[in-house]
């Protein structure tokens, strides 16, 4: 292994491994803080997805810290901390308590923070982060029910969390080339900062970014940072080039879509597949919490309703519905009431011959591999940007399309299964 990453998700884990596959390195993605004595034996990069997004900060620190020694005992030089493209955190973090959390541990002076991805409408310009043509602050994510971004200057989002100092590393110094960032890097590591937010606006960007980073211990961002990481590994003649595979062979079995997002692209994509026919189940989490509405209740309407169509189980609503069953049930026992009854139903569908499953959504991602019992995964052929279908290693034997809420085309449940061989 050269490369590990720590990711405060399931999906942006799978959106890096992506990336990393796509450039050649050989990738296996791992799911939870990895035991002690882990063989990562076969992989240059070893992606490990957490759930620390939106965790106490000091659980999220102590998790990450954990997986970076265990990446580092597997033979990684580089360490990458990856969280979301639209920078999800609050004021309390988890971005800058983790990332300083891993310079000290990494014994690293300094580290870019980069959350750019052009290809998926992430770009930033003077440190502020816009979706689209949009700075971050009016695109939908200021309404998100979790992390509500509103507020698109990055370098004062991330001062808010950090104890250290946040610079900028601006647009006209990345397009000078990777002497000059890495000139202004060291610049700045002398006055004293700790992190900066790095401008991108480009593929070419973030591939001068990875090309200045190749001594860095630590570096930061979005997955587009992993677009210029292995051309250096490259040019010292230690790695290939790993083609991406164009389909991904599955096991037999049956079909299924469980959408625990309520992002703007997902509710979006759910209206699509209703719109095409396919058979459709609203979580309810106020029938959840009363009982009404049961895991066992809707593993059942899914096995009678999957035919030559899959199923599209989902509690995806618009944020002021959302926002009026979070007043009556609280944030967190709303969003974990989801979560575990996707879980559940999942597990029932496993064991009645389902076994190839889109899950939208980072939270909902995270505890239906969890509740699978999916330790790693295979990366297979990208269906969107961000998003690759991956194949489980180990016991159980899925085909699994793990989306960030964010990504994918409105027609992503329609077309996603086209690239599945039997």
Not at 145 to 161: E, I, S, Y
Not at 182 to 197: P, V
Not at 333 to 355: C, D, I, K, P
Request: proline content about 5%; some cysteine.
């Amino acid at each position: 292994m050269l490369l590990g990453a720590i990711a405060d998700d399931l999906t942006g884990a799978t959106d890096l491994s992506l990336m990393l596959a796509r450039n050649g390195m050989r990738t296996v993605q791992y799911i939870g803080v990895p035991p002690a004595g882990t063989d990562f034996a076969g992989a240059e990069a070893v992606v490990v997805a957490l759930k620390s997004r939106t965790i106490p900060a000091v659980e999220a620190v102590a998790m990450s810290t954990a997986t970076a020694a265990a990446l580092r005992s597997g033979g990684a030089e580089q360490i990458v901390f990856k969280y979301c493209s639209t920078f999800d955190s609050t004021d309390e973090g988890n971005i800058g308590p983790v990332a300083e959390a891993l310079l000290e541990a990494l014994d690293a002076p300094i580290a870019i923070a980069c959350p750019a991805f052009p290809a998926a409408g992430r770009s930033i310009y003077q440190g502020h982060l816009f979706v689209g043509e949009a700075l971050l602050s009016d695109s939908p994510m200021k309404d998100h029910p979790l992390t509500p971004m509103r507020d698109a200057n990055l370098v004062r989002v991330l001062q808010r969390q950090c104890k250290g100092k946040v610079g900028l590393l601006p647009l006209r110094v990345v397009s000078q080339g990777a002497e000059a960032v890495r000139a202004a890097i060291n610049a700045a590591q002398t006055a004293g900062y700790r992190l900066l937010i790095a401008d991108a606006v480009r593929d070419e960007d973030l591939r001068v970014l990875g090309a200045a980073l190749a001594d860095a211990a630590l570096i930061t961002g979005g997955s587009g940072i992993g677009m210029g990481l292995p051309d250096n590994f490259r040019r010292q003649g230690r790695i290939g080039t790993e083609p991406l595979p164009a389909r991904l062979s599955a096991p037999a079995g049956r079909s299924v879509i469980l959408a625990g997002s309520c992002s703007t692209a997902t509710r979006g994509q759910v209206d699509v597949a209703i719109a095409a026919g396919l058979p459709a189940l609203r979580i309810v989490p106020l029938d959840v919490a009363s009982g009404a509405q049961t895991a066992a209740d809707i593993a059942r309407w899914v096995i009678d309703n999957t035919g030559a169509l899959p199923a599209v189980v989902y509690s995806s609503d618009d944020p002021a519905a959302v926002k009026a069953i979070q007043d009556q049930l609280g944030r967190d026992r709303a969003g974990a009431l989801v979560e575990q009854v996707l879980a559940e139903v999942s597990v029932t569908l496993a064991n009645n011959g389902f076994s190839r499953f889109i899950v939208a959504g980072g939270e909902t991602s995270g505890a239906v591999v969890e509740a699978l019992g999916v330790r790693a995964l295979q990366i297979g052929p990208e269906i969107a940007p961000g998003v690759p279908w991956t194949r489980s290693l180990g016991q159980a034997d899925l085909a699994m399309a793990l989306k960030s809420g964010n990504f994918g085309a409105p027609d992503f449940f329609l077309t996603a299964w086209d690239l599945l061989d039997d």
